[in-house]
């Protein structure tokens, strides 16, 4: 499985948007890389995965460089209820995920 | 539709006593996973099953822990004896695997399991 690092912590305030970034060294041919969120008291949530370029939805974008060795999930004007931790999982075709320690994002007023 | 739904949401015991947790997923979703949460080890994959066929336990952590899923709608996580160190929030997420790849889990609420 490979590697993922991203930030312990960010913050932000409400309006803003937060861009998460995620770095993937080791990611492998047929890995797709995919972004969960957790509220406190919650099961994980999927927002949004992707394998090149940039996916977007209605909640967050995508973007993944043509190296793919890293990606950055980014939350359009956020408010206080996208605090939350957001994971950045690289999966393998066995569908596996390995949650990490993830991001905790705060967003204050 | 009413997502994942795992009983008990709340299980306190004493240890060495068996306990049992259930899950039944979104009707039509093929996959089935065991997840257990733990501040000290973060959300770690127990088990999942395609086709109510256990494809992979290598994260059941050792013989006291069992999973089960005798059809579609239904699974159990058992812990035999139990043990203070059980003590967790267990997630049971279910999704739909073939075709195009998605990995869109859906999680339950989890259930805090609390071993005395």
């Known amino acids: 499985l490979a590697k993922t690092t991203q930030p312990i912590s960010m913050d932000s305030y409400e309006g803003q948007e937060v861009n998460i970034t995620c770095s993937h060294n080791?990611?492998?041919?047929?890995?797709?890389i995919t972004w969960y969120q957790q509220f406190p008291s919650q099961g994980p949530r999927f927002i949004i995965q992707?394998?090149?370029t940039k996916v977007t939805n209605e909640v967050a974008s995508l973007f993944i460089p043509a190296d793919r060795k890293s990606s950055t999930l980014s939350l359009p004007r956020v408010s206080l209820s996208d605090t939350a931790v957001y994971y950045c999982?690289?999966?393998?075709?066995?569908?596996?995920?390995?949650f990490g320690a993830g991001t905790t994002v705060t967003v204050r007023a | 539709d009413a997502g994942v739904i795992q009983s008990p949401r709340h299980e306190v015991t004493e240890m060495g006593q068996e306990v049992t947790l259930r899950c039944k997923p979104i009707?039509?979703?093929?996959?089935l996973f065991w997840y257990r949460q733990t501040m000290m080890r973060g959300l770690e994959l127990l088990i999942y099953?395609?086709?109510?066929?256990?494809?992979?336990d290598s994260g059941m952590p050792e013989d006291r822990f069992s999973a089960k899923m005798p059809n579609a709608s239904f699974s159990t996580l058992k812990i035999q004896p139990s043990e203070p160190r059980d003590s967790a929030v267990y997630f049971c997420?279910?999704?739909?695997?073939?075709?195009?790849?998605?990995?869109?889990?859906?999680f339950g609420p989890g259930t805090r399991l609390t071993v005395t």
């Open positions: 997420a279910s999704s739909l695997l073939g075709g195009e790849r998605s990995y869109e889990q859906y």
């Open positions: 080791n990611i492998a041919t047929n890995d797709y």
């Open positions: 992707g394998y090149k």
């Open positions: 999982l690289v999966a393998p075709n066995d569908y596996k995920l390995s």
């Open positions: 009707s039509g979703h093929n996959s």
């Open positions: 099953f395609n086709n109510n066929v256990p494809i992979d």
